[in-house]
Nanobody, 127 residues
Framework: VQLQASGGGLVQAGDSLKLSCVFS?????????MGWFRQAPGKEREFVAA????????AIADSVKGRFTISRDNANNTVTLQMNSLKPEDTAVYYC????????????????????WGQGTQVTVSS
C-alpha cells in the first residue's frame, strides 16, 4: 500500500486548504479506515480526523472540530481533509494513514493502530 498526500502550502490565518491522499496498492481502499494526523516541530504526532470504511461515520479531534472535515471517495481511492479557518497552531506536517483492521472508535486517535503512512505534506499558517 502506498499513500500519496498533497495539497499543503503556506497560507494566512483564516484561509482554507484541502489536503488529498491517494491510496494505491494490491488491496481494496474501501477495506481500510483512513485517518489524518499531524506533527508540529518538537511535538508528538497528533490525531486530526478519521473516517470509517464506508464513509458513514467520522471522528474529528476537538482541536479542529467545526473547522476541518474529512471525506473519502471510494471510487477514486482518495481521502480528503478540508481545512477552513486555519490558525497558526494548525501549522504542522500532515500525514494520511490507513488501517486495514478494525479499530474501536475509542482507539481511532492512536497512531499505533494504523498500518500504512504517507510521506506527509507541510501546512504552514502565518498570523
Amino acid at each position: 500500500v502506498q499513500l500519496q498526500a498533497s495539497g499543503g502550502g503556506l497560507v494566512q490565518a483564516g484561509d482554507s486548504l484541502k489536503l488529498s491522499c491517494v491510496f494505491s496498492g494490491r488491496t481494496f481502499f474501501e477495506s481500510h479506515i483512513m485517518g489524518w494526523f499531524r506533527q508540529a516541530p518538537g511535538k508528538e504526532r497528533e490525531f486530526v480526523a478519521a473516517m470509517w470504511k464506508s464513509g458513514a461515520n467520522a471522528a474529528i479531534a476537538d482541536s479542529v472540530k467545526g473547522r476541518f472535515t474529512i471525506s473519502r471517495d471510494n471510487a477514486n481511492n482518495t481521502v480528503t481533509l478540508q481545512m477552513n479557518s486555519l490558525k497558526p497552531e494548525d501549522t504542522a506536517v500532515y500525514y494520511c494513514a490507513a488501517a486495514k483492521g478494525r479499530i474501536l472508535s475509542s482507539l481511532l486517535s492512536s497512531a499505533r493502530y494504523y498500518d500504512y503512512w504517507g510521506q506527509g505534506t507541510q501546512v504552514t499558517v502565518s498570523s
